[in-house]
Structure formats: structure tokens, C-alpha cells
């Protein structure tokens, strides 16, 4: 089951803040974070495992309900260098069989301005 | 050290014709990973390899899609009688482990089937 982010697309001047969303229909094992900027390949931002941690990463930090299927992620104080495409994906349990696998979704498409 | 590569990076090929592409995961990562992205669309999780075994396969478009994986390093996916629908970036990752763990992508394979 693909996961849903919202929105599906955001435009900041530089400076501002913003909060992606993803959420599932399914019990989750953990969420990831990717940003793929146009032309290149996915790069790992984090990963929030079961648990309902939040994590951070410089300006950028995430947190993941695990109750409610959601991951949100935030981005404050945007930079230029911020601007791509953001993934999040998405597993379930995993019982050491056959059921591995990580679902993206859609994908934000954010767009920072000077 | 060095990233997840793939090769070719482009390939142009007729319809009907098989194709082959490659993927050579970070050293040590036990875990392989195939995904599709179409223009402007999300990451297709394609199949996944634990060492050289692929637990699920089910996630091939169809059966003119394999993959394998050969000591647990390089993978290759053949697709067989291309068609036009599976023109597409080919997007190949790597992590130490399955579950959990970041994923490391290679910079893809674009696919063209005239």
C-alpha cells in the first residue's frame, strides 16, 4: 500500500519553513526519508524506526507516530540547497519472510526561492 | 570508498529486443535493491536480494523481468522483449542490512524502447 504524502508540491522563499507529510493505511515498521534532486539519484535523509522517535538532522528533523501511520517531516529555516523532490517510504513489520518491502510515496516536490 | 554504480547509464534499445542492466552495490552490503521511476512518478520497488537469494519476486512488472545475484555482490536486471511501457530510470540501492537501514542508490539506468 503506497503511503500518501501531502503536499504534493510547496514553494518557500528562502527562510521559511515547511512540513511534509506521510501517512499510511498500514501498520509500519519504520519510515524513511529520501531527497532526490532533478537528474540525480535518491539521497537518505533518515530513517524513524518503530518507536515514535523524532530525529534530526541539521535544519531538517522528522518524527513518525506510530499509532496514527504518520511520519511528518520539517524543514525550518529553508535553504536554496533544499530544493528537490522528498520520498517517503514506508515498511511493514518484517517477520524475516518474504514480506520486505519499502514503499514510496509520490513524492513533495519543494521549491525554494531567494 | 567508493558508491552503488550502474551501468549502462543510458540505454537505447528497440522494442522486442532483451536488455541487460547492472548493478554493483557497495562492498560488504548484504542487502540489493531494484526500483523503476517513470518520468516524473514515485520509486517502483521492484525486488529486493538478501545475499544472492530473492525471498519475493512478485514485484516484477512481468515475466519478462528477472533478476539475479551472484556472490552477494553484482545483480543484473534482464528484461526480455522490451516494450515501449518500460522506458524508465532503473534505479538500483544497497543497504548492510534489510530492515532498517539506509538505503544507498546508484545514479540509475535510463532506459529508452523505441
Known amino acids: 500500500q503506497q503511503p500518501v504524502q501531502s503536499p504534493q508540491a510547496v514553494i518557500l522563499r528562502e527562510g521559511e519553513d515547511a512540513v511534509i507529510n506521510c501517512s499510511s493505511s498500514?501498520?509500519?515498521?519504520?519510515v524513511h526519508w529520501y531527497r532526490q534532486k532533478h537528474g540525480e539519484a535518491p539521497v537518505f535523509l533518515m530513517i524513524?524506526?518503530?518507536?515514535?522517535e523524532q530525529k534530526g538532522h541539521e535544519k531538517i528533523s522528522a518524527s513518525f507516530n506510530e499509532k496514527k501511520q504518520q511520519s511528518s517531516l520539517y524543514l525550518t529555516a529553508s535553504q536554496l540547497s533544499y530544493s528537490g523532490t522528498y520520498f517517503c517510504?514506508?515498511?511493514?513489520?518484517?517477520?524475516?519472510?518474504?514480506?520486505?518491502?519499502?514503499?514510496f510515496g509520490k513524492g513533495t516536490l519543494l521549491t525554494v526561492n531567494p | 570508498g567508493a558508491g552503488v554504480s550502474q551501468s549502462p547509464s543510458n540505454k537505447v534499445t528497440e522494442k522486442g529486443k532483451d536488455v541487460e542492466l547492472r548493478c554493483d552495490p557497495i562492498?560488504?552490503?548484504?542487502?540489493l535493491y531494484w526500483y523503476r521511476q517513470s518520468l516524473g512518478q514515485g520509486l517502483e520497488f521492484l525486488i529486493y536480494?538478501?545475499?544472492?537469494?530473492?525471498?519475493?519476486k512478485s514485484g516484477l512488472p512481468s515475466d519478462r523481468f528477472s533478476a539475479e545475484r551472484t556472490g552477494g555482490s553484482v545483480s543484473t536486471l534482464t528484461i526480455q522483449r522490451t516494450q515501449q511501457e518500460d522506458s524508465a530510470v532503473y534505479l538500483c540501492?544497497?543497504?548492510?542490512?534489510?530492515?532498517?537501514?539506509?538505503?544507498?542508490f546508484g545514479p540509475g539506468t535510463r532506459l529508452t524502447v523505441l
Open positions: 540501492a544497497s543497504s548492510l542490512v534489510v530492515v532498517g537501514n539506509e538505503q544507498f
Open positions: 498500514k501498520a509500519l515498521y519504520s
Open positions: 524513524l524506526l518503530k518507536g515514535g
Open positions: 517510504g514506508t515498511d511493514p513489520p518484517y517477520s524475516g519472510g518474504s514480506n520486505y518491502k519499502l514503499t
Open positions: 562492498s560488504g552490503h548484504t542487502a
Open positions: 536480494f538478501q545475499g544472492n537469494s530473492a525471498p519475493d
